[in-house]
């Protein structure tokens, strides 16, 4: 697993409405600030989203049941992506989400850890 540190939760980042976290690096816009999660990732580019993959979020354990084309490469590059706790509609084509199971939106504060898969792991 490649571990990321949560640095900070803005005031907005939660909605009951939609069940997902905006989760960036260092360089979100003030703009995007209140809405967005904002995570260190020391080995992002090591990050190796595969569907049926574990990832965690403090102690809750959750599996990818699908990705975007571009969730991966945002991850590496910026340590940006939308993790989405809904099943995917099969025509939805959210390029940068990261869609997973149990449907559960967690609470999260600044401190607590995500597990990615990758590393020496590959997902698994």
Do not use: C, W
């Amino acid at each position: 697993m490649i571990e990321g540190k949560i640095l900070e939760v803005g005031s907005q980042a939660y909605d009951q409405e939609e069940p997902l976290l905006i989760l960036f690096g260092g360089g979100v816009t003030a703009g995007l600030r209140p809405y967005s999660v904002l995570q260190e990732v020391p080995e992002k580019e090591k990050i190796r989203l595969t569907v049926g993959g574990q990832l965690t979020i403090g102690e809750n354990v959750y599996t990818i049941e699908k990705f975007g084309r571009l969730a991966e490469q945002n991850l590496h590059d910026f340590a940006h992506t939308a993790l989405l706790f809904a099943p995917p509609a099969a025509e939805d084509n959210l390029l940068n989400a990261v869609y997973l199971s149990p449907a559960q939106l967690p609470r999260i504060k600044a401190g607590a850890v995500i597990g990615y898969p990758g590393g020496d792991d590959h997902g698994i």
